[in-house]
């Protein structure tokens, strides 16, 4: 058994988590790092891998690591990939980057269109400025309590010049699983427009419910592969994102040699330490991650009732990640993010992610502090 419940001092350790609100009584429940300590499989590999001594230039990606993303792929998502598919990335930020980048066409001055939903994490919003191209918001609608894209609105929205799709899948903020009817929607709209894919899916192995699993968008059909690249990573599951390693799986041969040539070109190698945790990771640590999926179900579900009884407040369910996404618009709140953190709990304001409406609270933690922060909340809302 692991002990999920541990207090881990994480001050003065350089956590850009926790050093937010350093020396303040403010507890850090905002970025989308968890508070538990990684699989003790993934400590020791790391271990072994220091006590050698040396790290010099490192082969990318390693046959260690490509073995285990293999086999990971296989045995937790069904999806059957060939090594040479994957591409190291020192961030999943660097892959949507490149992947907004793959969308110029050099036979034309137009600037390509890329969706992307309207509400999202922000850096799919930032790597389309950044790479100067034109972003087209799609919007979300509340289905059943589950927040996914609009597909009518989406197709509504498609131009001549519209080259990529954004997708994230499980959706942060909204923690939507997408269901296999759902993809095969989205894929018969990009495929009848010619659209490719950057399909987000870091958090695929954080899925709450017993009931649903995470489904590749790329796994669907020949097609869906062809034009999809999808983008994954340990470092939301594992707890290892300061080690600064992702990939992309990219089937399409003359897609994936673009992607790579502006990797090798234009970003920073992988990290050597990263793929040593992220082998270890997918090769051992499948009964950490399972204990930690039954603790995060548990602070979910007390979460969303201690939430739901509070007047103004409504957390939404969410099917995958530890983020919860809580309505505060009947607050009427000027600031969100001043509000609760003068109550004492740091959380991301919905403004950041596409609605002022809402927040993002992270209840990756032990259960005392999310108690805690409780409490917190509810004491403001009293007074308030």
Known sequence: MYNFDKNTDRKNTFSEKWDKYKDTDILPMWVADSDFETAPEIVKALHD????GIFGYTKQPTSEVKDAIVYHLSSRHDWQIERDWIVPLSSIVNGLTISCMVTDVSDTTDTPDILVPATIYPPF??????????????????????????????????????KMLLFCNPHNPA???????????????????????????????????????????????????????????????????????????????????????????????ANVLGQTATAAAFKHGENWRKQQIDYLRTNRDYLMAEINAIPGLKMYPLQATFLAWIDVSELGLENAGEFFENAGVGISPGAYYGDANFIRLNFACRRGLLEEAVKRIKTALEEL
């Open 175 to 269: 923690g939507t699983v997408y269901s296999e009817d759902e993809l095969v929607r989205l894929h018969q709209i990009c495929k009848k427009h010619d659209i490719l894919i950057c399909s987000d899916e870091i958090h695929c192995d954080l899925v709450l419910d017993e009931d649903i699993k995470h489904i590749p968008l790329a796994r669907l059909n020949s097609d869906a592969s062809n034009r999809t690249i999808t983008l994954m990573a340990a470092s939301k599951t594992y707890n290892v994102a300061g080690l600064s390693f992702g990939f992309a799986i990219i089937p399409n041969a003359e897609l994936r040699m673009k992607f790579a040539k502006i990797v090798l070109e234009m970003m920073p190698e």
């Open 49 to 52: 891998r220091v006590d050698h």
């Open 125 to 162: 919003n930032y790597v389309t400025a950044n790479t100067h191209k034109n972003a087209i918001r799609v919007p979300l609608k509340c289905e059943s309590e589950r927040w996914l894209l609009d597909f009518d609105a989406l197709e509504r929205a498609i131009t001549p010049q519209t």
